[in-house]
T-cell receptor, first 115, second 113 residues
Framework: GAVVSQHPSRVICKSGTSVKIECRSL??????MFWYRQFPKQSLMLMAT?????????EQGVEKDKFLINHASLTLSTLTVTSAHPEDSSFYIC???????????FGQGTRLTVV | AQSVTQPDIHITVSEGASLELRCNYS??????LFWYVQSPGQGLQLLLK??????LVQGIKGFEAEFKRSQSSFNLRKPSVHWSDAAEYFC???????????FGGGTRLMVKP
């Protein structure tokens, strides 16, 4: 089956530092990847959509300069949280789409804690 | 714009009892519908999906869901709940199979022994 690997699964960083989260499709090529964020006891909200070789499309209210997304290859997308603050602490989860007619597959998620 | 409503934030059922989790969606075209389960601190596991065809879909772990276009619903059911089913359940809708998803607020299921 289709496997999406997300790394790291947990990360703790100091306020003001940057953190990079990787999302890899292990056994398929993903032309499109999605990044979601889930605050404690809340639902998942789409942050951005990334297409290989293109700039990401960010949802309203998501700061593109703070959440840098790079989709440099068909199997890898990265999300970098720059100058992280405690309010950025959240569960970040990616999904990768191999294209129609199959659904996108989710990674395991990354728990980010900013102290 | 698409949206999903899960009216029940919390549901408690006894082990062995039947379960129905409600999901209502709003989408102007043919929806692609999903149910996911999330255990505490974990990622998402796909239970089942509806793209087209038979409106009653079977999923993993004994779950099923029925798509009712007239009611804009996609309710999840299980005839006999196990203690291990306790988790958060999310209904989601997309414009196509591999597109972005809009999630409902989730329903937390608790199972009484």
């Amino acid at each position: 089956g289709a496997v999406v690997s997300q790394h790291p699964s947990r990360v703790i960083c100091k306020s003001g530092t940057s953190v990079k989260i990787e999302c890899r499709s292990l056994d398929f090529q993903a032309t499109t990847m999605f990044w979601y964020r889930q605050f404690p006891k809340q639902s998942l909200m789409l942050m951005a959509t990334s297409n290989e070789g293109s700039k990401a499309t960010y949802e309203q209210g998501v700061e593109k300069d703070k959440f840098l997304i790079n989709h440099a290859s068909l199997t890898l997308s990265t999300l970098t949280v720059t100058s992280a603050h405690p309010e950025d602490s959240s569960f970040y989860i990616c999904s990768a789409s191999p294209g129609q007619p199959t659904e996108a597959f989710f990674g395991q998620g990354t728990r980010l804690t900013v102290v | 714009a698409q949206s999903v409503t899960q009216p029940d934030i919390h549901i408690t059922v006894s082990e062995g009892a039947s379960l129905e989790l409600r999901c209502n969606y709003s989408y102007g075209a043919t929806p692609y519908l999903f149910w996911y389960v999330q255990s505490p601190g974990q990622g998402l596991q796909l239970l089942l999906k509806y793209f087209s065809g038979d409106t009653l879909v079977q999923g993993i772990k004994g779950f099923e869901a029925e798509f009712k276009r007239s009611q804009s619903s996609f309710n999840l059911r299980k005839p006999s709940v196990h203690w291990s089913d306790a988790a958060e359940y999310f209904c989601a809708v997309g414009a196509s199979a591999g597109n972005m998803l809009t999630f409902g607020g989730g329903t937390r299921l608790m199972v009484k022994p």
